[in-house]
């Protein structure tokens, strides 16, 4: 088949969005089908070149950045009659569109036009992002329930990335076919962590210290001030029983309120037991997650949540929140922990795995093996089903 996708971010930007594209493109190219990407020119990005040239699948939109959002750029202005040309030439057998702004709402024009069936992967809960929009959050989010209900009932089918996001959508009144198809994940990559003692001695971590990880981006959405709060109470915890603090919380990402938190934790004179390695990229963030005794997730706005499966899959149990994409993917108490939205609770499931080496090693195995129904290969199989499905029952 002949797939373009319709992305609002790509390459050199790193999120979800990007890696969920970036790993069906390559598993579903192995298997004969040919890519089309359509998303925003990122300023000062050059398109990685071969041996032949620049990526032939790649096709840039004029675009423009927010002050501080370079790597977020919007498309505009975009040539519809131009764009419908070049699509009937690369003759599309359906069109994929990530985002429901701007060129994702361009391929389901396009599509429509052009009688080419449309599917859209809702990838972000993006009500919980209106923080992001001064004095006006509540009306957006009224206002993106709706468009999101509009948009989905105009395609032909919805992905999500876990079944929880399959039901808020329903809930928002969405009435298509929607599928839960997780981003899968490279298991043979996760296999070959950095050493411990490299990690240790580049970051200046004892060796008597117990290592907590954290990936993902430092943003408020991400809910990474109740972590750090958790870990006050975990380090005044095992102070007081032990005589010392026996834990190091290593948090790898880069976010706009990175230098918030940082100040945060120095305000509590905890700047030596937590360190901050800013943006790291994915292929090394992904050798992080073996150096880890417990992977901790506090996010509750996770549509799926790939890190969690990465820890897993690096055989590293996982203390989460019990919100969205984490109560999916983690079976409690068999391959980690899922907890309310409590401090306290949070606090005691990460200190039990501290206490008993024996309950963590059994947990790390059961991980590991739960963690291969999503690779990579698998997740794409099942894309490349609904593809062809939606293909075959398509009817203009």
Excluded at 33 to 57: C, D
Excluded at 69 to 92: D, M, S, T
Excluded at 173 to 178: A, E, F
Aim: aromatic letters at 10%; one cysteine or more.
């Amino acid at each position: 088949m002949r797939i373009g996708i319709f992305s609002q971010c790509y390459l050199p930007t790193n999120n979800g969005v990007v890696a969920s594209v970036e790993t069906f493109r390559k598993e579903l190219e192995k298997h004969g089908h040919q890519y089309f990407i359509f998303a925003p020119e990122t300023p000062g990005y050059e398109e990685i070149t071969t041996a032949a040239g620049g990526p032939e699948y790649v096709f840039r939109f004029p675009a423009f950045t927010w002050p501080g959002q370079k790597n977020y750029p919007i498309a505009w202005p975009i040539n519809r009659r131009e764009v419908i040309h070049l699509i009937k030439n690369l003759k599309l057998d359906i069109i994929h569109a990530q985002h429901l702004f701007t060129i994702g709402r361009l391929g389901q024009v396009v599509a429509k036009e052009l009688n080419i069936p449309f599917v859209f992967t809702y990838h972000t809960l993006i009500e919980e992002y209106t923080h992001y929009v001064p004095l006006v959050g509540s009306l957006a989010k009224k206002y993106i329930i709706k468009m999101s209900r509009d948009f989905c009932n105009d395609s032909e089918k919805i992905i999500t990335p876990s079944p929880s996001m399959k039901k808020i959508l329903e809930g928002y009144g969405v009435t298509k076919p929607i599928l839960a198809i997780p981003t899968g994940v490279n298991i043979e990559a996760l296999q070959h962590p950095f050493r411990r003692d490299d990690i240790r001695q580049m970051w200046g971590i004892p060796e008597n210290k117990h290592i907590l990880l954290y990936v993902s981006r430092m943003a408020k959405e991400k809910n990474v001030g109740f972590l750090l709060e958790a870990f006050r109470q975990l380090v005044r915890l095992r102070e007081h029983r032990l005589g010392r603090i026996d834990i190091h919380l290593l948090m790898v990402g880069g976010g706009p309120e990175l230098d918030s938190f940082k100040k945060k934790v120095t305000g509590w004179g905890l700047e030596s037991a937590v360190t901050f390695t800013d943006m790291v990229k994915p292929e090394l963030a992904k050798r992080y997650f073996g150096v880890a005794d417990v992977f901790v997730f506090p996010s509750v706005t996770e549509t799926q949540g790939i890190v969690v499966t990465e820890a897993q899959a690096a055989g590293v149990p996982v203390v989460a929140v019990n919100r969205m994409g984490p109560s999916d993917l983690i079976k409690n108490g068999e391959d980690g922990y899922l907890t309310d939205l409590n401090v306290g609770e949070f606090v005691a499931k990460i200190n039990k795995l501290l206490d008993d080496s024996g309950l963590r090693h059994q947990m790390s195995k059961s991980a590991r093996k739960n963690a291969e129904q999503y690779s990579s290969l698998n997740c794409a199989l099942q894309m490349e089903n609904l593809y062809e499905h939606t293909r075959n029952c398509y009817c203009p």
